[in-house]
């Protein structure tokens, strides 16, 4: 007599190669579309700040950034003006090199080498295309006759040097602890402070009156450029230069 075990044992096994197959053959399919994805949100942000870029150069204040601005300041509260001036702290000269040199150190500690020069370069290239851009566009920061000015800042504001460096420096850092750490309430706590960064350093510019909304939008826009240069080029020198290196610390990968 035929076994109803043994035959639904095959049958779930025929399933399983049925679907280990499907798996296989959707793969190519899905790498292409999420490629196609990938430029075109590339080609669309490159695009979209060239633009920005040119409307800046050639109109040096835009009504809508004032309303931005005053909108936002409208938010009259000694909490939030303490919330916006602790998140713009960490931007400013000289703890941005300290926490730049600190994050670098601690990377090298737990062995993640490439992982720290890769992040001293992060900080690097966006303070050097920051001082790029803002040389040639040189376009003057908000005036304390428009909107409330918290310091007056004498550096020129497009793009905002604060959100390049959050985006280039802590998005790379967030990036790392996304793909190597494993999943766990610290894990998920460190997403989110350096997340709850990266949103709120545009709308702290904004909200003491060192930036218009357009200097951080272009700032999203080209530090997020950056930050994928910047992970193409670790992913491009991990592989060549730090192949035996382990994925991530022994203190990471205990259960």
């Known amino acids: 007599m035929p076994d109803p075990a043994g035959e639904k044992h095959i049958d779930q096994q025929q399933e399983a190669v049925q679907q280990a197959a499907k798996s296989e053959m959707s793969a190519p399919a899905t790498r292409w579309y999420r490629t196609v994805l ?5 080609f669309s942000a490159v695009g979209v700040f060239a633009l920005l870029t040119f409307l ?3 109109t040096p204040s835009f009504p809508i950034d004032l309303q931005i601005t005053r909108a936002i300041q409208a938010l ?3 909490i939030v003006a303490g919330l ?3 998140i713009s702290w960490p931007g400013f000269a000289p703890q941005s090199m300290i926490i730049t040199l600190l994050i670098a150190f601690l990377l090298y500690l737990y062995g993640l080498h ?3 020069v890769t992040s001293l370069m992060a900080a690097l290239f966006s303070g050097l295309t920051n001082q790029l851009v803002k040389s040639l566009i040189q376009r003057p920061r908000p005036a304390v006759d428009l909107v409330d000015v918290l310091n007056v800042l004498n550096s020129y504001s497009f793009p905002s040097a604060h959100v390049m460096f959050y985006v280039s420096l802590f998005g ?3 990036y790392l602890a996304y793909t190597l750490l494993k999943r766990s309430l610290k894990r998920s706590l460190l997403l989110g402070i350096l997340g709850g960064f990266l949103l709120l350093v545009g709308v702290s510019r904004i909200y003491l009156g060192q ?5 951080v939008l272009g700032a999203y826009l080209l530090g997020g450029l950056l930050l994928v240069g910047i992970i193409l080029f670790h992913q491009w020198g991990k592989k060549r230069f730090f192949l035996h290196q382990p994925v991530v610390p022994q203190d ?3 259960e």
């Open 172 to 174: 790379f850092v967030w």
């Open 38 to 42: 990938f430029r075109v949100g590339l």
């Open 76 to 78: 009259d509260s000694p």
């Open 114 to 116: 490439w992982e720290s």
């Open 211 to 215: 930036h218009w909304a357009s200097d």
């Open 56 to 58: 800046v150069k050639t």
């Open 84 to 86: 916006m001036t602790a």
């Open 252 to 254: 990471s990968r205990k």
